[in-house]
């Protein structure tokens, strides 16, 4: 009973599989506590590809999908740096810039960031519309891996910074160790049928939340 009612207090809940089709995160607060710990499938990648949708007001920097090793923090973030208007991939430390996009407050955006470690070429898809190809750091993605919604891991796991942090709604997060085809990517943009992540799977998503965040039917914009 003490149990529970610390864990009721702290704001976590247990680390369950559940479907989440359907519903999202909601980050009601900016903190520097509040986040949502995703439990990949495997571990090491030598390619990534990781789409999301998210929802939010903040003018500031944040970051969308933050994923550490021990010895990278940023071995794969997606970041968006305000002051230069730009979505930021972070790949195992190095940083390309995606400027142009327009990222407009209290509007629902579609974003899949892919990588190969062999050439080291990052593209990122927003809301529908390809990127040119970047160059990033080569090598494979290794180690013991830590995946958060809502917060940046400066450090393995933690070292949040409430000017980092996100408030809004996340959902649709899915996640694959190899490069989706192009076809692919237009159907998750579009909600149509495509092949659900083999590393996060939002309809089989394996999660914990900690501190104040929310889960709830997904919340439509109707036109």
């Known amino acids: 009973m003490k149990l529970l009612l610390l864990l009721v207090i702290m704001g976590t809940v247990s680390a369950k599989v559940e479907d989440l089709s359907g519903k999202m995160f909601t980050f009601p607060k900016e903190t520097n506590t509040a986040h949502v710990r995703l439990t990949p499938t495997k571990q090491g990648y030598s390619a990534v590809t990781v789409c999301h949708r998210s929802f939010t007001d903040i003018k500031r920097d944040h970051a969308l999908?933050?994923?550490?090793?021990?010895?990278?923090?940023?071995?794969?973030?997606i970041y968006w740096h305000a002051g230069r208007g730009q979505i930021q991939p972070?790949?195992?430390?190095?940083?390309?810039?995606?400027?142009?996009?327009?990222?407009?407050?209290?509007?629902?955006?579609?974003?899949?960031?892919?990588?190969?470690?062999?050439?080291?070429?990052?593209?990122?898809?927003?809301?529908?519309?390809?990127?040119?190809r970047k160059l990033a750091n080569t090598g494979p993605i290794s180690g013991l891996i830590k995946i958060i919604l809502g917060q940046d891991q400066d450090t393995h796991g933690g070292g949040f910074d409430v000017n980092q942090s996100f408030a809004g709604m996340i959902t649709d997060v899915h996640m694959w160790d190899y490069i989706l085809s192009s076809c692919e990517i237009h159907n998750y943009m579009i909600e149509m049928?495509?092949?659900?992540?083999?590393?996060?799977?939002?309809s089989k998503l394996d999660y914990e939340i900690i501190g104040n965040v929310l889960t709830e039917k997904k919340v439509e914009v109707c036109h």
Request: glycine share 10%; hydrophobic share 35%; net charge negative.
């Open 193 to 202: 049928n495509f092949t659900p992540g083999n590393v996060l799977n939002w």
């Open 90 to 132: 972070h790949i195992r430390e190095g940083r390309v810039e995606y400027g142009g996009w327009d990222y407009k407050s209290n509007n629902w955006h579609s974003i899949c960031t892919t990588w190969d470690s062999e050439k080291g070429l990052v593209q990122i898809w927003f809301d529908g519309l390809p990127s040119i």
């Open 65 to 77: 999908f933050s994923l550490a090793t021990p010895s990278q923090a940023n071995s794969f973030l």
